[in-house]
Nanobody, 123 residues
Framework: QVQLVESGGGLVQAGGSLRLSCAAS????????MGWFRQAPGKEREFVTA????????NYADSVKGRFTISRDNAKNTVYLQMNSLKPEDTAVYYC????????????????WGQGTQVTVSS
């Protein structure tokens, strides 16, 4: 019933930008905190950024702070990840996730996950 559908991934050169979108359905979107996570080959899934249910609280991993921006539009049931100044180290599968908590950065507290979208940053 609950679905998180991601779009916007792709191949970009270092220094470029991408904007990821995650459209949610089957849940009362405004009651869920949202987050973005990423996983590189052979690496553990890691926290990237999270936003509270109302959009009033955000936090970022140090590795992306100042380059990435999370936002949400509750009227459209959509969360976004704007990625600027991309680096090869950003190459990973990016996952959108929803939590029944109003805000959390803890991976295990997210209840629903998208399918993941590949972001590849070339040198």
């Amino acid at each position: 019933q609950v679905q998180l559908v991601e779009s916007g991934g792709g191949l970009v050169q270092a220094g470029g930008s991408l904007r990821l979108s995650c459209a949610a359905s089957g849940l009362t979107f405004s009651n869920y905190g949202m987050g973005w996570f990423r996983q590189a080959p052979g690496k553990e899934r890691e926290f990237v950024t999270a936003i509270s249910s109302s959009g009033g609280i955000t936090n970022y991993a140090d590795s992306v702070k100042g380059r990435f921006t999370i936002s949400r539009d509750n009227a459209k049931n959509t969360v976004y990840l704007q990625m600027n100044s991309l680096k090869p180290e950003d190459t990973a599968v990016y996952y959108c996730a929803a939590t029944r908590k109003l805000f959390t950065m803890i991976t295990g507290l997210y209840n629903y996950w998208g399918q993941g979208t590949q972001v590849t940053v070339s040198s």
